[in-house]
């Protein structure tokens, strides 16, 4: 059964506090793992796909990376706006469906 | 619409009624999942749809959830004799290519049974 697991649940940051968001995984076989954001009342949107270890994502003052046991979601310098709960989720070869995490609830202060 | 549209919004019922939430996904898109958030708890997989293939419906909790895609569009989602376990937001989502992940969800569903 795939597994995945995000830490930590919440973080508190200052606005320009640099910080990583863990997600560990067990999957039989990765095709993909992926990171969305989720604000308040809204539903996630897509981040990033990983697909292969030793890969890099970036977006602005998001860094996505990923060995073959885990994920960090890399946040540099970051501004209040970039408050939200982020989503680690993974996709098993041969599957369509995703496996989701709990999430990291990000709050960050002026 | 630019995105995927789900109604109610907000939907109140009393424990042992049905509802129905709907799912409109984006224009071309094939595939077609549902989601359920629970407070506190990950995104729980109940259906998924691709194309004109039998649904994987391995994600439902019990027989009183079902869910039918029209006219390889639209869904909806049908829980009988709700429960108040059943409390949470239903989220739905499409997808164009399989081989990309980028799930586009609506803004979700939130049942409340009493």
């Known amino acids: 059964e795939d597994q995945v697991t995000q830490s930590p649940e919440a973080l508190r940051l200052q606005e320009g506090e640099s910080s990583s968001l863990n997600c560990s995984y067990t999957?039989?076989?990765?095709?993909?793992l992926f990171w969305y954001r989720q604000d308040p009342g809204k539903g996630p949107e897509f981040l990033f796909t990983?697909?292969?270890a030793g890969e890099e994502k970036e977006k602005e003052r998001l860094k996505a990376t990923l060995t073959k046991k885990e994920s960090f979601l890399h946040i540099t310098a970051p501004k209040p706006e970039d408050s939200a709960t982020y989503l680690c989720?993974?996709?098993?070869?041969?599957?369509?469906?995703?496996?989701f995490g709990k999430g990291t609830m990000l709050l960050v202060s002026p | 619409g630019a995105g995927v549209s789900q109604s109610p919004s907000n939907k109140v019922t009393e424990k042992g009624k049905d509802v129905e939430l709907r799912c409109d996904p984006i224009?071309?898109?094939?595939?077609l999942y549902w989601y359920r958030q629970s407070l506190g708890q990950g995104l729980e997989f109940l259906i998924y749809?691709?194309?004109?293939?039998?649904?994987?419906k391995s994600g439902l909790p019990s027989d009183r959830f079902s869910a039918e895609r029209t006219g390889g569009s639209v869904s909806t989602l049908t829980i009988q004799r709700t429960q108040q376990e059943d409390s949470a937001v239903y989220l739905c989502?499409?997808?164009?290519?399989?081989?990309?992940?980028?799930?586009?969800f609506g803004e979700g569903s939130r049942l409340t049974v009493l």
């Open positions: 989720a993974v996709q098993a070869l041969g599957y369509s469906t995703l496996t």
């Open positions: 999957v039989s076989g990765l095709r993909g």
């Open positions: 990983l697909y292969s």
């Open positions: 224009s071309g898109h094939t595939a």
């Open positions: 749809f691709q194309g004109n293939s039998a649904p994987d």
């Open positions: 989502a499409s997808l164009f290519a399989l081989n990309t992940g980028e799930l586009f």
